[in-house]
């Protein structure tokens, strides 16, 4: 468990945060980021930050994140709680605007946890994955704060990926429901 994770997890109930990643997708992220030493990741969706407790509990001392969220309080308590962390880039702006702007180097792996990166500008997302490099994405199974119309939304995401030639994909039944695919050219 990430030092910082109970903190978050009360922050989190105090806030009235429902939308957390579960400590199942945390976990699979800390061994997804802890097999790319010197690795440059990206999450699309901080929130507030437990998932990323769990990204920077499994990188090196080498390894840098960039986390972005648009919402300005969520990245403020984030900054609160992870403020020093040197590895560590919080974004406070539109996800989709951020994508189409950003041009440093590829990242090895990709949580897309919002919006952007996941149902809009997914191109633009698997073109800024290393080859080899991970894209994670959560929710894939209906959850009861979906909207309505939401589940086809997801059915067609996974049409969509499963389509893709340049990634090789896992769909698993499994916490949220989960999708790892990993670009292969």
């Known amino acids: 468990m990430p030092s910082r994770y109970s903190v978050l997890l009360e922050k989190s109930r105090e806030i009235g945060f429902g939308m ?28 507030i930050g437990l998932s ?11 390894s840098k994140i960039i986390s972005v969220d648009n919402d300005s309080e969520l990245i403020q ?9 040197s ?18 180097a590829a990242f090895d792996l990709i949580f897309a946890d919002a919006w952007p990166g996941k149902y809009s500008h997914l191109d633009k997302a698997l073109e800024l994955l290393k080859t080899g490099g991970f894209y994670v994405i959560d929710d ?15 059915k067609e995401l996974v049409r969509i990926l499963e389509k893709r030639e340049d990634i090789t994909l896992t769909k698993m039944d499994w916490s949220t429901g989960l999708i790892i695919a990993v670009k292969i050219k």
């Open 87 to 104: 590895r560590l880039e919080l974004v406070c702006t539109d996800g989709g605007e951020w994508l189409e702007s950003y041009n440093g």
């Open 140 to 154: 894939m199974l209906k959850q009861p704060n979906w909207p309505s119309g939401h589940e086809e939304k997801a």
């Open 20 to 47: 957390s990643s579960d400590v199942y997708i945390g976990t699979l992220l800390k061994t997804l980021v802890a097999s790319k030493p010197n690795g440059n990741f990206l999450e699309l969706g901080t929130g």
């Open 52 to 62: 990323l407790a769990w990204m920077i509990e499994g990188m090196d001392g080498n």
């Open 77 to 85: 308590i984030a900054n609160a709680f992870f403020h020093g962390e």
